[in-house]
Structures are given as C-alpha cells and as structure tokens.
C-alpha cells in the first residue's frame, strides 16, 4: 500500500525529506530502500540517521564495501545495510544481521535487500527513489 509520494529536486531535498520520514520509522523495524545505482538511498539514510540523533548526515557514508555501518545514537540505532555485493544466502548469513531483527531500539536500513526472500517478504516498509531527471527523484513509502 502506497503511504507518501513526493519529488525532491536536489540532495539536500532529500536528506531534509529523510528528516521528516524519520518520525514514521520508530525502531524496531526492517525498511528496505529500493532504487538503481545512485538513485539516493544513501542520501536518505543521511536525514533519517540525522534525525534519530544516530549520526550527522556528513558522517553517513555508503556502506558499499565494509556491507554494514552501525550508528549508535542515545535512543536509537540505526544499522545502514548495503547488500549489492552480497550474492548468495550464505554470504548473507555471515553478516550477522539477525541479531539487530530482535533489538528493540534498532532501526534497520537496507540497500538492495529485495534480492533475498527474508527481507522481501519481512519488511515492514519500504522506500522506493526512482530517478526522474538529473536532479529530481520521485520517493514512494510503502507499508
Ligand atoms: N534529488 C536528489 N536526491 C538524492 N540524490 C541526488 C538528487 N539529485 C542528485 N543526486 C545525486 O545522486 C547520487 C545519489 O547517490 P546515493 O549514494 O545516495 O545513491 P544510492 O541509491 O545509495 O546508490 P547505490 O545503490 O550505488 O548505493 C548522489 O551523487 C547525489 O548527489
Ligand atoms: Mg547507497
């Protein structure tokens, strides 16, 4: 079911949006971030993460090639997941990630999740970024 849509037409404008989408994302909950290549997934994480006193948007960075950062703020966690490298169940098992599923005070953000069976049909919601221009993208909140 569709929740929001709206056009952001700068990065700022989507890390601002990520702020306000942060008030819906209450942890514990399993949200995957879907879009191509440089949509703005990481961009979003950035307000979001900013937002949940869990990081300051500067501090966000893709976590493409270490898969998994952990933002630890006073209230909440925010574990940012990326898992476009990741190609098999197994490799997904060594990450770990099921000991965040049952933290009550972590919210988890996850990049390319959709490949894997458990986090498409787990998730509580989902945002997808389609790019529309080079500077506009179109995000969809999905329960
Ligand atoms: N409105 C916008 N919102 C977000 N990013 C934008 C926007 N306009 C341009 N950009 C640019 O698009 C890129 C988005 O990169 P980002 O790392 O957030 O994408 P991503 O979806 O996480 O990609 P990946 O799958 O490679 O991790 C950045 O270079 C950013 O500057
Ligand atoms: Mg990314």
């Known amino acids: 079911m569709e929740l929001s849509r709206t056009t952001t037409h700068s990065p700022d404008e989507t890390v601002a949006f990520g702020r306000t989408l942060a008030a819906q ?4 909950k399993l949200v995957l971030l879907r879009g191509e290549l440089g949509a703005g997934k990481t961009t979003l994480v950035k307000g979001i993460a ?3 006193d ?3 948007a500067d501090d966000v960075t893709s976590p493409t090639f ?4 952990e933002y630890r703020g006073p209230r909440i966690t925010v ?6 490298r990741i190609e098999t169940e197994r490799e ?4 770990g990630l099921e000991d965040y599923y ?5 919210l988890l953000l996850i990049e390319w999740g959709e490949k894997f069976p458990r986090f498409a049909q787990g998730r509580d919601l989902e945002i997808a970024i389609t790019r529309l221009g ?4 179109q995000i969809m909140v999905l329960a």
Do not use: K
């Open 66 to 69: 270490t898969l998994v950062h």
């Open 25 to 28: 994302l209450r942890p514990p």
């Open 102 to 106: 049952n933290d009550r005070d972590t």
């Open 54 to 56: 869990a990081a300051a």
């Open 92 to 95: 997904l098992d060594t990450l």
């Open 79 to 84: 574990l940012h997941v990326d898992l476009y």
């Open 50 to 52: 900013e937002a949940l």
């Open 134 to 137: 080079e500077d506009d993208r």
